[in-house]
């Protein structure tokens, strides 16, 4: 005769167990109190000089001028603090081709490490991190992520630092995110870093620099729109047929 299997005991001490602590949600749920009232605190007390002035104090530091503007490029690219500023100030202090490829270098870093730290907080606290750009990024990003990246990077007036967060939140792969940084990147900063750079030198050829970046621009976000159109239709058409 078979012993009774008594289910209520198996559920009692199950009840009777201990709880394990969840540490892993308390991690994440600090990172984001502490990411939100850092980015809550920059947008509202911390504003940029003028690129004159930006321009003064970074030069104060001689020979090291180099990695300070780059450092200081890569925390403003994190936050949602414009980085306008800094590309124009990189025209006044640095000139066009040094200029070019430090903001370059400062925006490429920022955006890496907001990547990297949505994918550490996860995709839940990224979501209310980005707040109300959350529908648009995660609409545009959750398909053609390498043409998305490239379209809202490009956009006038579209902030970097949602794409940024964004990406590393809802699957686009660190090596896509990268290439398409470094498309869209390079011509809009080229084009921000001439216009600082034509304030220093007023001639010709930064002013035909200013008008070739800004038409680039223009060109690889019609084609970019294009191409994120074209794939996800084609996304779109492979679900209807499964």
Same mark, same amino acid.
């Given at each position: 005769?078979?012993?009774?299997? %008594? %289910?209520?005991? %198996?559920?009692?001490?199950?009840?009777?167990? &201990?709880?394990?602590?969840? #540490?892993?949600?308390?991690?994440?749920?600090?990172?984001?109190?502490?990411?939100?009232?850092?980015l809550?605190?920059?947008?509202?007390?911390?504003?940029? &000089?003028?690129?004159?002035?930006?321009?003064?104090?970074?030069?104060?530091?001689?020979?090291?001028? #180099?990695l300070?503007?780059i450092?200081?490029?890569?925390?403003?690219?994190? =936050?949602p603090?414009?980085?306008?500023?800094?590309?124009v100030?990189?025209? @006044?202090?640095f000139?066009?081709?040094?200029?070019?490829? @430090?903001?370059?270098?400062?925006?490429?870093?920022?955006?890496?490490?907001?990547?990297?730290?949505?994918?550490? @907080?996860?995709?839940?606290?990224?979501i209310?991190? @980005?707040?109300s750009?959350?529908?648009?990024?995660?609409?545009?990003?959750?398909?053609?992520?390498?043409?998305?990246?490239?379209?809202?990077?490009?956009?006038?007036?579209?902030?970097?630092? &949602?794409?940024?967060?964004?990406?590393?939140?809802?699957?686009?792969?660190?090596?896509?995110?990268? *290439?398409?940084?470094?498309?869209?990147?390079?011509?809009?900063?080229?084009?921000?870093?001439?216009?600082?750079?034509?304030?220093?030198?007023p001639?010709? *050829?930064?002013?035909?620099?200013?008008?070739?970046g #800004?038409?680039?621009?223009?060109?690889? =976000?019609?084609?970019?729109?294009?191409? #994120?159109?074209?794939?996800?239709?084609?996304?779109?058409?492979?679900?209807?047929?499964?």
């Open positions: 005769m078979s012993p009774v299997h %008594d %289910d209520s005991v %198996d559920s009692a001490e199950q009840h009777a167990q &201990p709880q394990r602590f969840d #540490w892993e949600a308390l991690l994440r749920n600090s990172a984001l109190v502490i990411v939100l009232l850092l809550l605190w920059s947008v509202f007390n911390v504003q940029l &000089p003028s690129a004159s002035r930006l321009r003064d104090l970074i030069e104060t530091w001689g020979w090291a001028a #180099w300070v503007f450092g200081i490029y890569a925390v403003v690219a994190m =936050t603090i414009p980085v306008t500023v800094m590309a100030t990189a025209g @006044l202090l000139g066009l081709v040094e200029g070019t490829v @430090l903001s370059v270098i400062g925006v490429l870093i920022g955006c890496w490490g907001a990547y990297w730290l949505a994918r550490g @907080l996860g995709r839940q606290v990224t209310k991190l @980005l707040g750009h959350n529908r648009n990024v995660q609409r545009h990003l959750s398909q053609a992520g390498f043409q998305a990246v490239v379209m809202l990077r490009l956009l006038p007036g579209f902030p970097y630092w &949602p794409i940024n967060y964004g990406s590393g939140a809802f699957g686009v792969g660190q090596r896509e995110f990268m *290439l398409a940084s470094i498309v869209s990147v390079v011509p809009g900063q080229v084009s921000l870093v001439a216009i600082g750079s034509f304030i220093s030198t001639d010709v *050829l930064h002013g035909v620099v200013v008008g070739a #800004w038409l680039v621009v223009l060109v690889l =976000t019609i084609w970019a729109y294009r191409r #994120w159109n074209a794939a996800r239709s084609g996304i779109g058409s492979q679900d209807h047929v499964t």
